[in-house]
């Protein structure tokens, strides 16, 4: 039966009658529903919402209203006393469970002993299952056969055995309208007929200009990350910075630990967690002349420096991790740049380069207010002649600055593979405190001059997490509220406006 049958029932019902119950209607309850909805739409039937509480038999209680509970089952065939054993041979052989398993027997021999002793109707001597008292009715049967005169109480037991669920329905009493007609409905849809024959078109439903819009629902929204990884890639293109493709997520521990000068046994290598690569575990040997001149300024020293004194491993170097830091990005770029450049040509105008990039690393460390496993790190290098560590902490007070983080701070730190190094701290609002945002330094020279470098040019760099300095921007204190499943959705929202 469609919508427009029901229509015309309930039509053809409200000529002779002052109001009708939609439980009275044949039909799907959500088409009832539908035809209801759209008579109303055309003022052809007022409708008055009616709340009910429906019981609905489970299909167990479908079962017992067939054949009986299961305890007065069980009862029945106590003609003297039996095992489970025993009183499980003479189900099966019943209609009820010719098909059923072993264990749904067991199920149903447990649930009818427990609700018959219980209700005290069953009993145990001397190991076997007895009756108790004598039983004229199935009181369970009884009561889901008549329903609907059953008391509060007995309908909460029932529901308590799961045997019965109450569900709230709306119906509706139906009245005619200002506007009632029991000839066809309108028509919403216009044909080629209508068109032809304007006659045919007499019943074309009228636009309802009044009509309430649907809510706008929310479309998509950037997170508060990338409105910011926008905003840092923005200023370094505004200061002349080119990016560097930093998409490369697997690194092989030669370009993210060797080539920056940290050595393999040394705690500067513990310093870093790491998550090392089962498949592929091994990455391919860079250019032999450049890996050798790396071993020996690891092992016996060079380029004004001693080294580390200690053995170096090929095997160790091989090895694939998810990057600690994009710094092993800008390391590829330097050595590329050297192999591009002739230095013995080269005028100093060609060693000015400024390079960025905005990328994730990974570091397996503990989870905290202020840490993750999995972040943003934006790197920054910029090569020249002649370049101090002053020129470096007055780039990052203006690059901070754009950032809107006005009170930053340094504090001298230690990192292989530059020196002088800093960590670089911002004063947190919310929290009353500084918190550290990132690392820098000038690269040293057992990391460039094995590149092919000469002595006078000079790279500084740094490295800042992003999400740190939008936990400052916009006064979080845990960066879990930025970054995870605990993100409320609002604040996704909320943040296109947070610029």
């Given at each position: 039966m469609g919508i427009e049958d029901i229509e015309a029932k309930i039509l053809a019902a409200l000529e002779t009658a002052d109001e009708i119950e939609t439980t009275t209607l044949e039909g799907e309850y959500n088409e009832v529903i539908g035809a209801v909805k759209r008579l109303e739409s055309f003022e052809r039937i007022q409708i008055a919402p009616v709340q009910?509480?429906?019981?609905?038999?489970?299909?167990?209680?479908?079962?017992?209203?067939?054949?009986?509970?299961?305890?007065?089952?069980?009862?029945?065939?106590?003609?003297?006393?039996?095992?489970d054993l025993e009183l499980q041979t003479k189900l099966q052989g019943t209609e009820q469970f010719s098909e059923k398993t072993d264990k749904d027997i067991q199920e149903f021999i447990k649930r009818g002993k427990n609700n018959g002793m219980r209700m005290k109707i069953l009993t145990v001597r001397d190991g076997k299952l007895d009756r108790n008292q004598e039983v004229q009715s199935d009181t369970t049967q009884a009561q889901l056969k008549g329903i609907e005169g059953l008391s509060a109480k007995e309908v909460a037991e029932l529901k308590k055995r799961k045997l019965v669920t109450q569900k709230k329905t709306t119906h509706y009493t139906l009245k005619k309208g200002t506007m009632f007609s029991a000839a066809a409905s309108t028509v919403s849809d216009i044909t080629v007929d209508m068109l032809n024959n304007m006659e045919l078109a007499k019943n074309l439903k009228k636009y309802n200009f009044n009509i309430v819009s649907t809510p706008s629902k929310y479309a998509g929204a950037l997170h508060p990350l990338s409105i910011e990884r926008e905003k840092v890639k923005n200023i370094f293109l505004q200061m002349g910075f080119e990016e560097m493709d930093a998409g490369k997520y697997i690194e092989s521990s030669f370009w993210n630990f060797d080539a920056l000068f940290q050595p393999q046994r040394h705690p500067a290598r513990n310093e870093q967690d790491t998550f090392f690569m089962e498949d592929p575990a091994n990455a391919k040997d860079p250019e032999s002349e450049y890996l050798e001149r790396v071993r020996m300024v690891h092992t016996v020293g060079g380029y004004g420096s001693s080294g580390y004194k200690a053995p170096w491993s090929l095997e160790e170097s091989r090895k694939n991790v998810l990057r600690t830091h994009t710094t092993a990005v800008t390391t590829r770029l330097l050595y590329k740049l050297s192999q591009e450049i002739d230095f013995t040509k080269a005028q100093e105008?060609?060693?000015?380069?400024?390079?960025?990039?905005?990328?994730?690393?990974?570091?397996?460390?503990?989870?905290?207010?202020?840490?993750?496993?999995?972040?943003?790190?934006?790197?920054?290098?910029?090569?020249?002649?002649?370049?101090?560590?002053?020129?470096?902490?007055?780039?990052?007070?203006?690059?901070?600055?754009?950032?809107?983080?006005?009170?930053?701070?340094?504090?001298?730190?230690?990192?292989?593979?530059?020196?002088?190094?800093?960590?670089?701290?911002?004063?947190?609002?919310?929290?009353?405190?500084?918190?550290?945002?990132?690392?820098?330094?000038?690269?040293?020279?057992?990391?460039?001059?094995?590149?092919?470098?000469?002595?006078?040019?000079?790279?500084?760099?740094?490295?800042i997490s992003l999400e740190r300095p939008v936990m400052i921007g916009r006064q979080m204190n845990n960066i879990r509220d930025l970054v995870g499943h605990r993100v409320d959705l609002s604040f996704i929202r909320n943040g296109l406006s947070k610029n």
């Open positions: 009910r509480e429906e019981i609905i038999v489970s299909r167990e209680g479908m079962d017992i209203v067939k054949y009986g509970s299961a305890e007065h089952i069980i009862y029945s065939l106590l003609e003297m006393p039996l095992d105008h060609e060693y000015s380069r400024k390079y960025f990039s905005i990328d994730r690393v990974f570091r397996n460390e503990t989870l905290d207010a202020t840490h993750l496993a999995e972040f943003h790190q934006v790197e920054g290098i910029i090569m020249g002649v002649g370049l101090t560590i002053s020129h470096l902490m007055g780039f990052m007070e203006e690059f901070f600055k754009n950032l809107g983080i006005t009170k930053i701070k340094y504090k001298p730190a230690y990192n292989p593979y530059t020196e002088p190094s800093m960590e670089v701290f911002g004063y947190h609002e919310e929290m009353k405190r500084w918190m550290e945002i990132g690392n820098s330094g000038m690269f040293r020279p057992e990391m460039l001059l094995p590149m092919g470098y000469p002595e006078n040019v000079r790279v500084i760099g740094w490295g």
